[in-house]
Nanobody, 121 residues
Framework: QVQLVESGGGLVQPGGSLRLACAASGYIFKINVMGWYRQAPGKERELVATTTRSGSSINYADSVKDRFTISRDNTKNTWYLQMSSLKPEDTAVYYC??????????????WGRGTQVTISS
């Protein structure tokens, strides 16, 4: 059973920084795509950033470009979201996501449980 576990959320003042981490565990043959989504109260879940395993294709939401950076450590099946110049509108539950080939070469989408990020003075 594949599991994704986020860490690193919390309360930060506007203009501050925060780093989220997501660790994948279980039987993992290959992670094709890994990333982050977020959902603010009363809004739909939206893409924040994704990257392929090789890093050859990285996508960011326009709202976070030049402020957020996604990175990964393939040896640990872990990826990160470095967030800087945080704004109140970045407040949301952040979910990690992965497209994983697992046991018996089955390919599925996996989600973490989410970590709260609150930007407030």
């Amino acid at each position: 059973q594949v599991q994704l576990v986020e860490s690193g959320g919390g309360l930060v003042q506007p203009g501050g920084s925060l780093r989220l981490a997501c660790a994948a565990s279980g039987y993992i043959f290959k992670i094709n795509v890994m990333g982050w989504y977020r959902q603010a109260p009363g809004k739909e879940r939206e893409l924040v950033a994704t990257t392929t395993r090789s890093g050859s294709s990285i996508n960011y939401a326009d709202s976070v470009k030049d402020r957020f950076t996604i990175s990964r450590d393939n040896t640990k099946n872990t990826w990160y979201l470095q967030m800087s110049s945080l704004k109140p509108e970045d407040t949301a539950v952040y979910y990690c996501y992965a497209d994983i080939v697992g046991e018996a070469y089955s390919r599925d989408d996996y989600w973490g449980r989410g970590t709260q990020v609150t930007i407030s003075s």
